[in-house]
């Protein structure tokens, strides 16, 4: 739907080079559609500038849609820190000590979370 309906009629008949973050950008920008929607059409052209570098098309390189923004749309931010923090805080400091097997009474040697 977003190749047929908006960036063939638009870039179709561009070589992909001409394809470039800032013409991008400000196409982007007129057209009448959500932030959302426009978010979705960089996407299908980033997929397109990663396919002709993967077949040689075109040199390898950072992908220009990666520069293009668009105003309303949300950046996705990574919590990795702050997620690693909240698991650490519920879970508590895990310690290594001799654990025995219930089963076979042998030493497991594992991490183990230390008792309440």
Do not use: Y
């Amino acid at each position: 739907m977003w190749l047929s309906n908006h960036i063939i009629p638009r870039w179709g008949d561009c070589a992909l080079s001409d394809v470039q973050a800032r013409p991008v950008e400000l196409w982007l920008a007129s057209l009448p559609l959500a932030p959302k929607s426009k978010v979705h059409i960089r996407g299908v052209l980033r997929l397109l500038w990663d396919f002709a570098m993967w077949r040689g098309d075109a040199p390898v390189q950072r992908n220009p849609m990666e520069l293009v923004t668009i105003k309303g749309a949300t950046k996705r931010i990574k919590k990795l820190a702050a997620s690693a923090n909240k698991l650490h805080t519920a879970v508590g400091n895990p310690t290594k000590r001799d654990q025995r097997s219930p089963r076979t009474g042998h030493s497991t040697n594992a991490f183990s979370l230390p008792s309440a």
